[in-house]
């Protein structure tokens, strides 16, 4: 069973940066892909990006391409989200959610941000964004 945990929220300026840190127990990470989500009060969770497993090969919602990035220490059985130039639209709840799924080819981001290929879930950390 594996169990994801994340870390690395709080309160930044529009314009700043934070890394966020996912890690896992109980599993090898490096066996899953792994997603980044967010929820802001009131609306859906949503896909932010993804690595997958293997290649590290990464897809991502227009609303953050160019600005977060995501990598992976399998050493640590960590992956991270890098959040550059936030903007107070990026207050959310983050979370991370592993997959043994897999995808390549066309179509990959519609895979990835399908809420329902992910057995596992972690509880979140909060980001705020001031303006």
């Known amino acids: 069973q594996v169990q994801l945990v994340e870390s690395g929220g709080g309160l930044v300026q529009a314009g700043g940066s934070l890394r966020l840190s996912c890690t896992a127990s109980?599993?090898?990470?490096?066996?899953?892909?792994t997603s980044w989500f967010r929820q802001a009060p009131g609306k859906e969770r949503e896909f932010v990006g993804a690595?997958?497993?293997?290649?590290?090969?990464?897809y991502w919602a227009d609303s953050v391409k160019g600005r977060f990035t995501i990598s992976r220490d399998n050493t640590k059985n960590t992956v991270y989200l890098q959040m550059n130039s936030l903007k107070p639209e990026d207050t959310a709840h983050y979370y991370c959610?592993?997959?043994?799924?897999?995808?390549?080819?066309?179509?990959?981001?519609?895979?990835?941000?399908?809420?329902?290929?992910?057995?596992?879930w972690g509880q979140g950390t909060q980001v705020t964004v001031s303006s």
């Open positions: 959610a592993a997959t043994t799924s897999y995808c390549s080819g066309y179509g990959c981001y519609a895979h990835w941000s399908r809420r329902e290929i992910y057995a596992y």
């Open positions: 109980g599993g090898t990470f490096s066996f899953y892909s």
């Open positions: 690595i997958r497993r293997g290649d590290n090969s990464t």
